[in-house]
């Protein structure tokens, strides 16, 4: 993008991505800023129109993976109002969630929660405004402050300027070989836009409708979710389930491999020695990674037991099988299925491809670019912080998200996000008390 002359707009802290990292930093700030007299401006940046989380993926009867006490505060204090407990009851619905005797609410409910909170800090939203590159301001040969270049969803340019940056953009949809041909090709259909995306594919579900037949890619938890949810969607239609691994695995949360989700977990992953980090997150790789709660398998293997009793098969599980070419043409989509056991392939034509292939994540956004003459490190610190150097002591940038192998697996999931999120916040306000401090008796 080109540059700009105009005057960019100024906040003490900029948030670029507004999901549940960023909003439980929001609710963090607040309190925080709250028990003292530092008060810093805070703004968060959102590409999308309006609040919303993994939209394309609120599915009939999906739930929760995680307790709902795993909410934006209640790890770091319970008695918060921004906890799932406070929305239900403001909701009107707490005695009535009661009564289903779950830890685990529904996938819709939560998205209403995550948004019942986001609708506190509108005021402090720019929504429909994306972030196209970070650019460093230069004072005296040191990084003396951020300037952010976007643009909003009327393609104007927008310039802003921080001292505190925290990113939380998320990962990008991981569409592997031989699928990445087809970009742009609204028959494939990565998980992150599968509700609008089979509509586009396959077009509005009718009883009565063409036999469809849909290849759904992946051995987690998404991926048994669309292929259930395609073939109740579209009654008449056909679904493969294609994995890599000889059988569908179930998650293990057990209580003692459960502790990695644990707040105490980062402390101990982040306090290893490299190679013994990498062992850690490797042999818990199966509590998160293609795995499927063992509910879902046990109700998608009876449906499979259930097609063999009828004698009618709409659902195959194809096992040990990796795609080995797509071509488009006007009938479809042809996918070349290899079975790694029997040693044999074929090809096959589908009318939708569903990519269930989890997402990729840079330890660096590119958005970063321009300020890697100023980083120390690509590597975060215990408190999610980038080391930059030369810079100004009162600067700070904050990774949410990027940091697996530093921090463990709870980098990219729900589990810890008020714990992170009140550690930044923390570090943050610190440097400001400081800053702020040290100003202070210079100007009286």
């Known amino acids: 993008m080109t540059a700009t002359t105009d005057q960019p707009v100024g906040d003490d802290i900029l948030g670029i991505g ?64 921004f906890s799932f407990l406070n929305y239900l009851h403001r909701k009107g619905r707490l005695i009535a969630f009661l009564n289903l005797k779950t830890f685990n609410p529904s996938r819709v409910e939560y998205n209403d929660y995550l948004a019942w909170a986001a609708e506190h800090f509108a005021e402090s939203v720019a929504y429909g405004e994306g972030v196209e590159a970070v650019h460093p301001e230069i004072r005296d040969g040191r990084l003396a402050a951020f300037r952010l270049a976007g643009r909003t969803e009327s393609g104007a340019v927008r310039m802003r300027r921080c001292r505190h940056l925290v990113v939380a953009a998320g990962g990008d949809p991981w569409i592997p070989e031989p699928f990445g041909r087809l970009r742009g090709d609204r028959r494939l259909v990565h998980s992150s836009w599968y509700l609008p995306g089979i509509a586009a594919a396959l077009g509005n579900p009718r009883l009565d409708g063409p036999e469809r037949r849909v290849l759904v890619v992946g051995g987690g938890q998404s991926a048994v979710e669309i292929a259930v949810d395609a073939g109740a969607r579209y009654p008449r239609a056909r679904i493969d389930l294609a994995i890599r691994a000889p059988a569908l695995k179930p998650a293990d949360d057990s209580p003692f491999v459960n502790e990695i989700f644990d707040p105490a977990a980062v402390d101990r992953v982040h306090g290893a020695p490299e190679p013994v980090r990498a062992e850690l997150i490797a042999a818990h790789r199966d509590t998160n990674y293609a795995v499927v709660d063992a509910d879902l398998i046990q109700s998608f293997y009876q449906t499979l037991y259930e097609q063999d009793v009828s004698g009618e098969t709409r659902y195959r599980l194809l096992r040990s099988t990796r795609v080995v070419a797509i071509a488009p043409g006007p009938a479809g989509l042809a996918a070349t299925l290899r ?68 921090h463990g697996l709870t980098e990219t999931l729900l589990s810890i996000l008020p714990i992170r999120a009140g550690e930044i916040a923390a570090t943050i306000l610190d440097l400001e008390r400081a800053a702020r401090g040290a100003i202070r008796p210079a100007a009286e």
């Open 339 to 406: 079975d790694d056991v029997a040693g044999t392939q074929a090809t096959k034509g589908y009318d939708a491809v569903i990519c269930a292939t989890g997402y990729t994540r840079a330890a660096v956004p590119t958005m970063l670019d321009p300020l890697r003459p100023f980083m120390a490190a690509e590597t975060v610190d215990r408190h999610y912080r980038l080391p930059l150097a030369p810079a100004e002591p009162r600067l700070s940038l904050h990774l949410q998200g990027f940091a697996e192998a530093s």
């Open 18 to 81: 507004f999901g549940p990292s960023n909003l439980a930093l929001a609710i963090a700030l607040e309190t925080e800023a709250r028990h003292g007299p530092v008060r810093p401006s805070a703004r968060f940046l959102e590409r999308q129109a309006r609040f919303g989380w993994h939209r394309a993926m609120m599915l009939p009867g999906a739930d929760m993976q995680i307790s709902f006490v795993k909410d934006l505060v209640s790890l770091r204090d319970p008695t918060n109002p």
